[in-house]
């Protein structure tokens, strides 16, 4: 729900290229976007990670996983030592999902990426143009100092709610020292 918008025209040059639908599943409890699971939980993230990564894509994929029969699943961890390390924390910690890493096990960079879909003739999607290292929800609350910076640029009204959820819940979606008394991610009331 809190995707950017070209994100639908990635997906539909995608499925041109596949010669197949890419099928959209949301999560069955009714949440919209990483703000209303912050209304709910009134909770943002801590030390073990972001309540709206797990209700808006963990939960949704272990639903997917009792829906359909599978044997292995692909994600598109990139070559780079991040990536890679992520790779292997995922599959330490989710084994039963039998991932699959082609971009990383065929040592394909985030760079070469984007140049493999430019090759197919699509556009690499909105948020890598604007300068974000990732396409991730608008208003990602894993997204630091710097990037919320952009997004009060880029997307004031996203910036602005999550201003509001913090004041609301009274926790900052920031990590603690990314900023000497850092309390809300609003600068300016």
């Known amino acids: 729900g809190s995707a950017h918008p070209d994100n639908d025209r990635f997906k539909r040059d995608c499925e041109d290229w596949y010669g197949q639908e890419i099928k ?5 409890k009714g949440f919209k976007d990483q703000f209303d699971v912050i209304e709910k939980h009134r909770f943002i993230n801590g030390s073990f990670g972001a309540r709206c990564s797990l209700e ?8 997917l996983e009792e829906e359909i ?47 493999i879909l430019l090759g197919a ?3 690499r999607p909105v948020m890598y143009e604007l300068g974000y290292p990732n396409n991730n929800c608008i208003g990602c609350v894993k997204g630091g100092k710097g990037y919320w910076n952009k997004i009060r640029i880029d997307f004031p009204e996203t910036f602005e709610k999550m201003a509001k959820a913090e004041r609301k819940i009274n926790h900052t979606c920031l990590k603690e020292g990314e900023g000497e008394n850092v309390k809300h991610i609003y600068l300016d009331e």
């Open 24 to 28: 959209t599943i949301t999560n069955k």
């Open 56 to 63: 808006l894509k963990k939960e949704v994929r272990k639903t």
């Open 69 to 115: 029969e599978w044997t292995n699943q692909v994600f598109g961890f990139e070559y780079s030592k991040h990536e890679i390390n992520r790779a292997i924390r995922f599959k330490e910690q989710n084994h039963e999902t039998n991932p699959l890493f082609p971009l990383s096990d065929f040592e394909i960079s985030g760079e070469e990426e984007h140049g």
């Open 121 to 123: 003739g699509i556009d």
